[in-house]
């Protein structure tokens, strides 16, 4: 410090003493402050962290649960589809068996019996007006003005398998 004696340079080295130490004190507890503050943030961001992670994996969990639920409804639901079409497949092929079996008896006495029974219950539905004529298939049609009765034997042969549908599920439930 120029223009001041050697003596009051002197004399004011306490002073300067004291302030350095109270600067270095405060310096201290602000370091001190700023490392709890630090820590305090570093323990708040980690867990918040570790709130953001166990959140993520509930909500992974959750989609998992939910994508495995979706995949598993959509296996049953193809796996049911498939013993529907083969039930559905097997009532046909019944239904055709029938339809083949009545066909082999054409012209036997039994067959003729069978069409002329068939024969009587269309006038008796349809009136004695009805006209009755064979079907192509076997059995036979009735027709009466705008009113029909199919009597053939496709229609009569899955009648039968539908009106007998208990015994021909247990066909494949057994």
């Given at each position: 410090m120029k223009g001041l004696r050697e003596e009051v340079l002197v004399a004011l080295d306490p002073l300067r003493e004291a302030l350095r130490a109270d600067a270095r004190e405060e310096a201290e507890e602000i370091k001190s402050r700023a490392a709890e503050e630090v820590e305090?943030?570093?323990?708040a961001a980690q867990q918040r962290a570790d709130e953001v992670v166990a959140d993520a994996e509930a909500q992974g969990t959750a989609g998992a649960k939910a994508a495995a639920a979706l995949r598993s409804a959509r296996a049953r639901r193809e796996a049911n589809e498939l013993v529907l079409a083969k039930q559905e497949t097997l009532r046909r092929s019944l239904v055709d068996q029938v339809v083949l079996a009545v066909q082999r008896m054409r012209g036997e006495r039994r067959y003729t019996a069978w069409v002329d029974h068939l024969t009587r219950r269309c006038h008796e539905a349809l009136g004695p007006e009805a006209t009755v004529t064979p079907s192509p298939s076997g059995g036979v049609i009735?027709?009466?003005?705008?009113?029909?009765?199919?009597?053939?034997?496709?229609?009569?042969?899955?009648a039968t398998v539908e009106a007998h549908a208990v015994e021909v599920r247990q066909l494949w439930t057994q």
């Open positions: 305090a943030v570093l323990a009735g027709e009466v003005g705008s009113r029909r009765l199919d009597l053939s034997v496709p229609v009569l042969a899955a």
